[in-house]
Every structure is written in structure tokens, then in C-alpha cells.
């Protein structure tokens, strides 16, 4: 079996949506001869695209930088969180 770039950057993806939404995509996918994979993938770019003109681009933050966040970071016991910012424990709790 030969794996192409492209499947090698593939991630896999579960959704849910409607039956009727479902049959329309498969008749999609059979007329076009586009899996239904490749047409969610193109419209979602499209999508993204349209929504954000273009100019914004998400980036997953690499995991050596998060590691070193982690690290730097001081993690505290929610009593001291309370007592630092002046809070008081239902509100934090409860978030009321």
C-alpha cells in the first residue's frame, strides 16, 4: 500500500448532522465523483477563507513552547488563587 503526502496529513474527524443533510451529500458525492471527506474538506476551506477574508490564519502552538510555558508557569492551590485575588470560594466555585 503506497501513502501519499497528503494522506500522511490527513486527521481523522467525526460528525454528527442530519440524515436528510447526509443523503444530500452522498448524491453530491456520487454526481461529482468527490468523496464526501473531500467535499466537507473544500467547503470548509472555503468557508474559513470567506469568514476570516483571508487574513487570519490559526497556527497550533508548537509543543516545546507549551512544555516551556508549563514550566515557567506557577501553579497554585485554589486557596492561595482565592486569597491572592481577593476572592471568595463560592464565587470561584460556583462562578456566581
Do not use: W
Not at 19 to 26: D, I, P, R, V
Not at 63 to 71: K, P, R, Y
Amino acid at each position: 500500500m503506497q501513502i501519499t503526502l497528503q494522506e500522511k496529513t490527513m486527521h481523522p474527524l467525526n460528525a454528527t448532522i442530519d440524515k436528510s443533510l447526509y443523503q444530500q451529500a452522498k448524491l453530491h458525492s456520487f454526481i461529482s465523483n468527490k468523496s464526501i471527506s473531500q467535499i466537507i474538506r473544500e467547503e470548509l476551506n472555503f468557508y474559513l477563507k470567506k469568514e476570516t477574508n483571508g487574513k487570519v490564519k490559526a497556527q497550533l502552538v508548537p509543543e516545546q513552547e507549551i512544555l516551556g510555558i508549563l514550566v515557567k508557569d506557577r501553579c497554585i492551590a485554589e486557596d492561595e488563587f482565592v486569597k491572592e485575588f481577593n476572592l471568595c470560594k463560592k464565587f470561584v466555585k460556583k462562578n456566581c
